[in-house]
């Protein structure tokens, strides 16, 4: 199956998240405007933009935790703010990478149990099927050999790797990662969305990947989503990484090259 027929297929899937004119702030600021979205079961979607576009904000409302201040957003067929536990821990999330303390007594394995709460809920203590599914986890990550090693005394992209384990352990539809690559040396930044592209693939997840690097998402997505503020442009590489559209956003502080390659500055972390 050629990528074409394969991103075809997929938009063919239910929608599963639905933005209608949905307006998104805090008080007296207006962080998203008029947001208008489909989001199909098993679409690999990439979200940019520069600083204080919006990007972590439509990551939050995706989460639930922010309701539209007009307009209507749909998460599994529910309005956000109606989300129960039962519907988000089937969005498995990795936050933005935190400086991780090497002396918390923490091993990989208790950190992937953590992702079982979510699907446990209030009161229930998990037991040999969680333990199991952690240990899966962890083999999905190719991490499980590490499993009685302490958190903190791994390198930075393994932690990664731990942290999408725990994300994965509540067993997501959607695998939703703000700025996964962060923090970490080019070499592992290509291994670790090597191994997004990967899960996406095999467990059929749909994926919502936030990131301030478009080269590196560019040959992946199924999709870009280019926000500042409102929704500037969303489609194929193709269609939204035109220079008349990134110039409208990013400025003219762009190259693109013979190869068409897009280079911007550094627009990491976006409020």
């Known amino acids: 199956m050629t990528s074409q027929q394969d991103s075809q297929e997929r938009t063919s899937c239910p929608v599963i998240i639905r933005f209608d004119h949905a307006w998104f702030g805090f008080p007296g600021v207006v962080a998203l405007e008029d947001i208008s979205l489909s989001i199909h079961a098993g679409e690999f979607i990439g979200i940019i933009g520069p600083n204080g576009s919006g990007k972590t904000t439509l990551c939050r409302a995706v989460l639930g935790l922010l309701a539209p201040l007009k307009g209507q957003l749909r998460i599994f067929d529910c309005a956000c703010e109606e989300l129960r536990c039962h519907h988000r821990a089937q969005i498995g999330y990795l936050p933005q990478k935190g400086v991780v303390d090497r002396d918390f007594p923490v091993t990989v394995f208790e950190t992937v149990m953590m992702g079982r709460y979510g699907a446990l809920g209030l009161f229930r203590r998990p037991g040999p099927q969680d333990r199991r599914i952690a240990l899966e986890s962890l083999a999905l990550v190719a991490m499980e050999r590490y499993r009685d090693v302490a958190l903190g005394s791994l ?31 080019l070499p592992m930044q290509y291994n670790v969305l090597d191994l997004i592209q990967h899960l996406h693939k095999t467990l059929r997840l749909t994926v919502l990947l936030i990131t301030h690097d478009i ?57």
């Open 155 to 185: 390198s930075g992209g393994q932690q990664q790797r731990v942290l999408i384990a725990r994300a994965l352990a509540q067993q997501p539809k959607v695998l939703l990662l703000d700025e996964p690559t962060t923090g970490l040396d």
């Open 215 to 271: 080269n590196m998402i560019r040959s992946r997505v199924d999709r870009l989503v280019l926000l500042k503020t409102r929704l500037y442009a969303h489609g194929p590489p193709a269609d939204v990484l035109k220079p008349d559209i990134l110039e409208q956003v990013y400025g003219r502080g762009l190259i693109f090259s013979d190869s068409n390659l897009v280079f911007v500055g550094d627009y990491h972390h976006s409020p």
